[in-house]
């Protein structure tokens, strides 16, 4: 049994699938925010994705929840379908073997077939914001007995696409429900906006660093226009599992389309994929059928995938929080990572710039023979023989 006291207080079910599950001792964030949570306060919680964010409410809510009640008692809004998807999967083991009842309601799904799951009573719903608030309005989801509001990835849900769903969803429940928001970034606007939907809030922030005993931290010095052709030989020549990280959505694409014609393996995960193309592409690279995944800041955002050996800054980052947040993904629960910048002449400055704040070693390298070398160990091998840079 984990020395946690606050564990031992729990339910037995949850004691022992966190016991199954391998885990010892809470991560920071758990620490903090899950005596809180259970004193029943309202919370938001900054905390990177990969630092045990979703469990920090999860557990809590759980275990504050009465099983007797067939009512909906816990409400968690997700940004996105693979996000929703993820949670539920969460749900599912951690209520394994009891009675508690769960079910996920996306956009975009047969809402017949949506309405028909709700005959099943769940106890906890997880949902994007728009398909929650139109079973609100058909009447189809009751929120009187709606304990917890949990909104994950805050930082989205109160950007204007979703912050009327947000509130509308909030206001639904009764006034001394508890509200929850969690994000890997919290900005002074979420904060403001979140304050004014929970009574008497406490913030919690939880700092990410990068493990620097684990991970290693390199990088390639070419022409913008070649970028593309160095991402293809690092596929060639290393990684097992793979993500890249791209400034926009239209070089995802154009990434996707070369990298395929080169006979590179990607998946790609962008908003305007269609949702079963990206749950498609999600699923196979989590299953390692697909070594490469594209994605942009905000498509990656909240999604915990396991065991990436490689992060790939195709585009490098424009701060040390981005830096940090990307490469977090990496090098994780003592395994080996390695963080992969592409950079143009003028992103050269910003790497050193970057290694000095963040107190990490950039080490250069370039390819020979097929194989990743130090750049400087290249250079005398080539001084020889100057044609065989190229692969």
């Excluded at 929970?198 to 913008?224: K, P």
């Amino acid at each position: 049994m984990s020395k946690w006291s606050q564990l031992e207080e729990m339910k037995p079910f949850i004691q022992k699938i966190w016991q199954e599950s391998g885990f010892e001792t809470p991560t920071n964030i758990q620490e903090k925010a899950i005596p809180a949570i259970l004193e029943g306060k309202d919370v938001i919680c900054e905390s990177p994705t990969g630092t045990g964010k979703t469990l920090a409410y999860l557990l809590p809510a759980i275990q504050k929840l009465d099983e007797t009640k067939n009512g909906i008692q816990i409400v968690i809004l997700a940004p996105s379908r693979e996000l929703v998807m993820q949670i539920l999967d969460e749900v599912k083991k951690w209520t394994k073997g009891t009675n508690i009842v769960s079910s996920a309601f996306i956009g975009g799904a047969n809402i017949k077939k949506q309405v028909e799951k709700l005959k099943d009573k769940p106890q906890i719903v997880i949902g994007t914001t728009g398909r929650i608030v139109e079973l609100i309005k058909l009447k189809k989801m009751k929120m009187h007995e709606v304990s917890t509001v949990i909104v994950d990835e805050a930082d989205q849900l109160v950007s204007n696409e979703h912050l009327s769903n947000v509130q509308s969803i909030i206001k639904s429940t009764l006034r001394d429900r508890q509200t929850l928001f969690f994000s890997a970034t919290i900005s002074e606007q979420t904060e403001k906006v979140a304050k004014s939907l929970m009574s008497d809030a406490e913030l919690i922030r939880v700092q990410q660093t990068l493990d620097q005993e684990n991970t290693s931290h390199i990088y390639f010095l070419c022409e913008q226009r070649d970028k593309i052709d160095v991402l293809r030989k690092i596929m060639v020549t290393e990684p097992e599992k793979a993500i890249a990280f791209i400034k926009s959505l239209e070089k995802v694409e154009e990434l996707e389309a070369k990298l395929t014609y080169n006979h590179i393996g990607v998946a790609v995960l962008a908003g305007e994929a269609k949702k079963l193309e990206r749950q498609q592409s999600l699923k196979n690279f989590r299953e390692g059928k697909i070594p490469l995944l594209l994605t942009t800041d905000v498509a990656a955002r909240g999604l915990d995938i396991q065991d990436v050996t490689y992060v790939i800054h195709f585009d490098f980052p424009k701060t040390t929080s981005q830096y940090v947040h990307r490469s977090g993904r990496t090098g994780r629960m003592g395994k080996k990572g390695v963080v992969i910048s592409i950079v143009n002449a003028r992103e050269e400055s910003f790497v050193k710039k970057m290694g000095h704040d963040l107190g990490i070693t950039f080490t250069k390298k370039d390819f020979y023979k097929g194989e990743i070398v130090d750049a400087r160990e290249e250079k005398k091998v080539i001084s020889k023989k100057t044609k065989a840079k190229k692969k």
